[in-house]
C-alpha cells in the first residue's frame, strides 16, 4: 500500500513541540531588564513639576507615584 502524503507538510508532532519549546525558552532567557528610572529620580521629577510624591517601602512589589492636583476653575 503506497503511503500518503502528510497533510503537516512533514512537520512531526515532535518537532512542533520541540520548535515551540525552543521558542518559549529563547524568549525567557537572558538578564532582567533594570528599570529605566530610579525612584528617587522619579520622586525629584514629580517634585520638580509640582507633585505630591507617594512612595512606598524599598521591599514593595509596587512602586511609588505621583499625584497632582486638578485645576479649580472659579
Known amino acids: 500500500m503506497p503511503r500518503r502524503p502528510s497533510r503537516h507538510g512533514g512537520l512531526s508532532a515532535g518537532s512542533v513541540l520541540v520548535a515551540a519549546a525552543m521558542g518559549l525558552t529563547a524568549c525567557a532567557t537572558g538578564p532582567p531588564v533594570p528599570p ?32 497632582y492636583s486638578a485645576p479649580r476653575f472659579p
Do not use: I, K, M, P
Request: with cysteine; net charge negative; charged share 20%.
Open 36 to 67: 529605566a528610572y530610579t525612584q528617587e529620580e522619579l520622586a525629584e521629577r514629580c517634585v520638580r513639576t509640582g507633585g505630591w510624591w507617594h512612595g512606598v517601602a524599598a521591599d514593595s512589589t509596587f512602586s511609588g507615584f505621583c499625584e
